[in-house]
């Protein structure tokens, strides 16, 4: 029904207009035609698309694959993708019920909140964190439970915080877990996991597990939630291979899981995307079949570059902790008496460098800002270099 004209109804539902706009792409907006900018801020990987991967999806264009999928994807994606996980970790998933194709990660997690939510239900999220999150709770219906991790336990959540927040509100239906995190860089030790998770089973708690930056972690070996046995049946495992696989443009993730919740799953993406394009989904399938040495040679440069960004900042005097993983150092600015997004928006306009305002993925993160190393190192030095000069000028 069209609002005549001077009505009070809003066709806007109350929901999405009380959301408001991603942190990050309100301030890049401000970026957008700026020559000569260096930018630290978008977490997209600089590298493109290992050719072979691409060569694959061309060639299956090439020889007419144009059509739909499966509602559930390609079955021989599928198929390699449980292979390899049974093959390197044990774990075995049935891809016929237990896993989905998806438009991204960004989707499969959407799915899932659709899936498993009723209005009300409580999901926990932790902060920092990456900016859909909770709006796509609110918009499910459901009720975000906000958790705010800082530097006392280096960004991570603790057993401590966790049963303290479990105990203080009530049922609790599910958590939103993100590791390595986007934006702290943050991730866990299979024995901080096994704590976890523990008491997450205990409690009957759904995890949502977001591990689309597995493949980048540096210092130790990263450990997949799937692999602790006491979380299995709650636990809804999603990732892709945007990050790993400088595929950010082919939009193609994936989820694992009990077999009710990827059939619910399922049942919400046949109405509403019906498939992952056929062309993307081969080229993950090429990914995952022949793509472990591009993977680790992707790897290595974004930890050099990890180690020469976080040191220049330590160096400049803004406290940066060394992420474990993803592409990010979450810097803490206060030692310039400066909020964030003033921060920000004098760095960008003073030396053309952008990162983005702490306050995208918090409330509390004020304090700091966000940058992605998955620039060059060229033009990483770049930005140190200007970052020097705009420091030295606020500082005199």
Not at 112 to 135: E, F, H, Q, T, W
Not at 186 to 205: G, H, M, P, Q
Not at 235 to 264: E, V
Not at 282 to 309: H, P, S, T
């Amino acid at each position: 029904m069209q609002c005549k004209k001077g009505s009070n109804i809003s066709r806007i539902s109350k929901v999405v207009s009380s959301l408001p706009p991603s942190g990050i792409r309100q301030f890049f907006d401000l970026v957008l035609g700026m020559p000569d900018v260096v930018s630290l801020g978008v977490g997209e990987p600089d590298f493109s698309t290992p050719w072979h991967i691409s060569e694959r999806a061309i060639y299956n264009i090439e020889i007419g694959y144009t059509s739909y999928t499966s509602n559930k994807g390609l079955k021989e994606l599928r198929e390699a993708i449980v292979s390899r996980i049974k093959e390197r970790y044990g774990v075995s998933y049935d891809y016929e019920t237990e896993a989905l194709i998806t438009v991204g990660v960004s989707e499969a997690m959407d799915l899932a909140l659709r899936a498993i939510l009723n209005r009300g239900d409580k999901v926990i999220v932790l902060r920092p964190c990456y900016v859909s999150y909770a709006p796509v709770v609110l918009m499910v219906g459901g009720d975000v439970v906000c958790v705010d991790l800082d530097l006392e336990t280096d960004f991570k959540l603790t057993p401590e915080i966790l049963e303290e927040v479990i105990d203080k509100n009530g049922p609790i239906k599910a958590i939103i877990l993100n590791y390595p995190c986007n934006p702290t860089g943050v991730s866990y030790t299979k024995e901080e996991l096994a704590y976890l998770f523990s008491i997450l089973a205990r409690n009957s708690i759904i995890v949502i597990s977001d591990e689309i930056y597995d493949g980048l972690t540096y210092d130790f070996e990263h450990t997949p939630s799937f692999v602790f046995e006491a979380i299995r049946e709650n636990l809804i495992y999603l990732n892709g291979f945007s990050k790993t696989y400088a595929m950010t443009g082919w939009r193609i993730g994936y989820a694992l899981g009990p077999q009710d919740i990827i059939s619910a799953m399922t049942k919400i993406h046949q109405y509403t995307m019906l498939c992952a394009p056929i062309m993307s989904q081969f080229a993950a399938l090429e990914a995952v079949e022949d793509g472990q040495e591009d993977l680790l040679y992707m790897r290595a440069e974004y930890k050099r570059r990890r180690n020469f960004i976080v040191s220049a900042l330590n160096r400049m005097g803004l406290e940066t902790r060394l992420p474990e993983g993803a592409f990010y150092a979450y810097t803490d600015i206060s030692s310039t008496g400066m909020d964030s997004m003033s921060f920000a928006r004098a760095l960008l306009e003073a030396e053309k460098v952008a990162v983005v305002p702490g306050t995208a993925f918090s409330p509390k993160g004020d304090s700091y800002i966000r940058i992605s190393y998955a620039s060059s190192i060229d033009k990483l030095r770049q930005a140190v270099l200007r970052m020097e000069a705009f420091l030295e000028r606020i500082r005199k």
